[in-house]
């Protein structure tokens, strides 16, 4: 079937300095001088709320659609027992998405989507330490226009305005999957996803880092390599490598040969293990495995872009939510490490393979907004 990685429909959509000038709105500074003010938190820091978009479309996921929506029900459930939980989705779909979600802690918000990535779609939270919040626009053009986006661009401008956030757009093209910060200086990113033709065609690595560096509060970036054109995403680092605190990371060993990931991530691990921090620190480096046997379904058959990836979690206030794919081996290991690893949270695991089967997981489906 259809999905994100594999459903491409072009469309009529520019992005860069000149479609900034076409919709009215200026740039912030590309490379701009001095310390930043602003900095991204890690993702443990304490909540405002989270924010999820209930976006699903036939024209996307086809007969997986209703799955999809269950699964989106199941997460923002889960989400509202721990923090307050926004759900974008579209007018003629409030209805449905109160009744798959819920109503306890949750606020719906109508807005024209296009799909369910809210992670890459909405903006990129900052603070500057002194009660300020920011909302970054990556300027989202569908992954290198590789799926419609039209109203998914729009969504980061709406996020901000709901946050009541300084709305800030950069003149880079990304994604918020592709960003992992320890939220004192240290970032981790994949080449193949930021420094690409089909996102900033005419930006080098030291500007692409310069202006990451800036707009986030970094005074480091560990690059990975990543892998082009394997996904649709380029290879997103929540796939690949998280922070579990300053210092400490968990990456993705996968550990099938036939898989493309398997040297990936090798190389990703032995770049870790020799990486310090914007502090001179080395690393602490944990790894798990994707399952070697998910549950078979309709989801998982001869489908080679389901993405059963543990890494791919989302921290919540009190909480971890993180994916089971009915390997009960590598599920207890999964829940054993990230209950190790965030002694002060419940570790939930929740079934989304729906969610999998297009190429995702749970926190590409999540954002949050930091509490100020």
């Given at each position: 079937?259809?999905?994100?990685?594999?459903?491409?429909?072009?469309?009529?959509?520019?992005t860069?300095?000149g479609?900034?000038?076409?919709?009215?709105?200026?740039?912030?500074?590309?490379r701009?001088?001095?310390?930043?003010?602003w900095h991204?938190?890690?993702?443990?820091?304490?909540?405002?709320?989270?924010?999820?978009?209930?976006?699903?479309?036939?024209?996307?996921?086809?007969?997986f659609t209703?799955?999809?929506?269950?699964?989106?029900?199941?997460?923002?459930r889960?989400?509202?027992?721990?923090?307050?939980?926004?759900?974008?989705?579209?007018?003629?779909?409030?209805?449905?998405?109160?009744?798959?979600?819920?109503?306890?802690?949750t606020?719906?918000?109508?807005?024209?989507?296009?799909?369910?990535?809210?992670?890459?779609?909405?903006?990129?939270?900052?603070?500057?330490?002194?009660?300020?919040?920011?909302?970054?626009?990556f300027?989202?053009n569908?992954?290198?226009?590789?799926?419609?986006?039209?109203?998914?661009?729009?969504?980061?401008?709406?996020v901000?305005?709901?946050?009541?956030?300084?709305?800030?757009?950069?003149?880079?093209?990304?994604?918020?999957?592709?960003?992992?910060v320890?939220?004192?200086?240290?970032?981790?990113?994949?080449?193949?996803?930021?420094i690409?033709?089909?996102r900033?065609?005419?930006?080098?690595?030291?500007?692409?880092?310069?202006?990451?560096k800036?707009?986030?509060?970094?005074?480091?970036?560990?690059?990975?390599?990543g892998i082009k054109?394997?996904?649709?995403?380029?290879?997103?680092?929540?796939?690949?490598?998280?922070?579990?605190?300053p210092?400490?990371?968990?990456?993705?060993?996968?550990?099938?040969?036939?898989?493309?990931d398997?040297k990936v991530?090798?190389?990703?691990?032995?770049?870790?293990e020799?990486?310090?921090d914007a502090?001179?620190?080395?690393?602490?480096?944990?790894?798990l495995?994707?399952?070697l046997?998910?549950?078979?379904?309709?989801?998982t058959?001869?489908?080679?872009?389901?993405?059963?990836?543990?890494?791919?979690y989302?921290?919540?206030?009190?909480?971890?939510i993180?994916?089971?794919?009915?390997?009960?081996?590598?599920?207890?290991?999964?829940?054993?490490?990230?209950?190790?690893?965030?002694?002060e949270?419940?570790?939930?695991?929740?079934?989304v393979?729906?969610?999998?089967?297009?190429?995702?997981?749970?926190?590409c489906?999540?954002s949050?907004q930091?509490?100020?």
């Amino acid at each position: 079937m259809p999905t994100r990685r594999t459903f491409i429909k072009q469309v009529s959509v520019v992005t860069g300095l000149g479609a900034l000038a076409s919709m009215g709105l200026a740039a912030l500074p590309v490379r701009a001088a001095g310390k930043a003010m602003w900095h991204m938190p890690d993702e443990g820091e304490k909540h405002q709320r989270a924010f999820i978009a209930f976006g699903a479309q036939d024209a996307i996921w086809e007969d997986f659609t209703p799955h999809v929506q269950d699964a989106l029900g199941l997460i923002a459930r889960t989400i509202a027992k721990y923090e307050p939980v926004t759900v974008f989705c579209r007018q003629g779909e409030r209805a449905l998405a109160e009744a798959k979600c819920g109503s306890k802690n949750t606020t719906f918000v109508i807005a024209d989507l296009d799909d369910i990535w809210m992670r890459d779609i909405g903006a990129s939270f900052v603070v500057d330490g002194s009660g300020g919040l920011g909302a970054v626009d990556f300027n989202f053009n569908g992954w290198g226009n590789k799926q419609q986006h039209e109203e998914d661009a729009q969504l980061a401008t709406l996020v901000a305005e709901n946050a009541k956030a300084v709305y800030q757009r950069s003149a880079l093209v990304g994604e918020g999957g592709g960003i992992e910060v320890d939220g004192h200086g240290t970032g981790i990113m994949t080449e193949s996803s930021w420094i690409n033709r089909n996102r900033n065609p005419d930006w080098s690595k030291a500007e692409v880092e310069a202006e990451l560096k800036q707009r986030l509060g970094l005074r480091k970036i560990i690059w990975l390599p990543g892998i082009k054109n394997k996904d649709i995403t380029d290879a997103h680092v929540d796939f690949y490598a998280r922070f579990v605190k300053p210092g400490v990371v968990i990456a993705n060993l996968d550990n099938d040969p036939q898989s493309y990931d398997f040297k990936v991530t090798r190389a990703h691990l032995e770049i870790l293990e020799n990486a310090t921090d914007a502090d001179g620190h080395p690393l602490q480096v944990h790894t798990l495995s994707p399952p070697l046997n998910p549950r078979s379904s309709e989801f998982t058959l001869d489908n080679p872009d389901f993405a059963a990836g543990y890494i791919n979690y989302f921290v919540l206030n009190g909480a971890v939510i993180a994916p089971e794919f009915g390997d009960k081996e590598a599920d207890v290991k999964a829940f054993d490490l990230l209950s190790e690893l965030y002694p002060e949270r419940k570790v939930v695991q929740i079934n989304v393979d729906a969610i999998s089967a297009g190429g995702g997981g749970i926190h590409c489906v999540t954002s949050h907004q930091p509490l100020v």
